[in-house]
């Protein structure tokens, strides 16, 4: 069956890094695109991330542009996320998702990705 697991969250100071570990099991990871998606409390969903097959290309929503970076181990079956330069809105819990085939921008809208996993929460103090 379906499995894709998050870590790495983590409390840390307004200015510091984190970086996010995404695996998955269970379904052909070089088929898939992968994307990060956070939520805050009171927000909705957001599209943070995202990288197709081969990791050549991704895309960035414009808050975290120059300040995050995806990327993908194909033999590892791991995605990343490199968050430097963390601010307090970047507050929330961050979610790996899996989606056969890619969607060019539209790889940033949840609906169309078929594997999720449960979070990991990333707590940014000022």
């Known amino acids: 069956h379906v499995q894709v697991v998050e870590s790495g969250g983590g409390l840390v100071q307004a200015g510091g890094s984190l970086r996010l570990s995404c695996t998955a099991s269970?379904?052909?990871?070089?088929?898939?695109?992968m994307a990060w998606f956070r939520q805050a409390p009171g927000k909705e969903r957001e599209g943070v991330s995202c990288?197709?097959?081969?990791?050549?290309?991704?895309y960035y929503t414009d808050s975290v542009k120059g300040r995050f970076t995806i990327s993908r181990d194909n033999a590892k079956n791991t995605l990343y996320l490199q968050m430097d330069t963390l601010k307090p809105e970047d507050t929330a819990l961050y979610y790996c998702?899996?989606?056969?085939?890619?969607?060019?921008?539209?790889?940033?809208?949840?609906?169309?990705?078929?594997?999720w996993g449960q979070g990991t929460q990333v707590t940014v103090s000022s």
């Open positions: 269970g379904f052909t990871w070089d088929d898939y695109a």
């Open positions: 998702a899996a989606v056969r085939g890619w969607y060019g921008g539209g790889c940033l809208d949840g609906n169309v990705y078929n594997y």
């Open positions: 990288i197709n097959w081969s990791g050549r290309m991704t």
